[in-house]
């Protein structure tokens, strides 16, 4: 069982930047590949960001390639979102997850899931 906790999120303007955190509970978080999704209102849920165990792989989703980074603190259980140049179409909840499956830019290959955070870029 992982519980996460994502933190961070909040209005800006387009151009701007934000990191969210997300907090893992549990002494095997470092066993675990993790990834950010994001959902805009009327949308399905999409893949942002996926980073593994070890950290020394990333995966990131086109729109974001170049602007947004992903990276991990085993020491610490947390995973983050650093994000740059942000755009309007940016705007959604932002959640993180913990990996358990096949293919990590699909939601089903996660089965824990945090409570997301919101993130409004305005024009």
């Known amino acids: 069982q992982v519980l996460l906790v994502e933190s961070g999120g909040g209005l800006v303007q387009a151009g701007g930047s934000l990191r969210l955190s997300c907090l893992a509970s549990?002494?095997?978080?470092?066993?675990?590949?993790m990834g950010w999704f994001r959902q805009a209102p009327g949308k399905e849920r999409e893949f942002v960001a996926h980073?593994?165990?070890?950290?020394?792989?990333?995966y990131y989703a086109d729109s974001v390639k170049g602007r947004f980074t992903i990276s991990r603190e085993n020491a610490k259980n947390t995973v983050y979102l650093q994000m740059n140049s942000l755009k309007p179409e940016d705007t959604a909840v932002y959640y993180c997850?913990?990996?358990?499956?096949?293919?990590?830019?699909?939601?089903?290959?996660?089965?824990?899931w945090g409570q997301g955070t919101q993130v409004t870029v305005s024009s």
């Open positions: 980073i593994t165990w070890s950290g020394g792989s990333t």
């Open positions: 549990g002494r095997t978080f470092n066993s675990y590949g």
């Open positions: 997850a913990a990996f358990t499956g096949v293919n990590v830019r699909s939601p089903a290959g996660y089965d824990y």
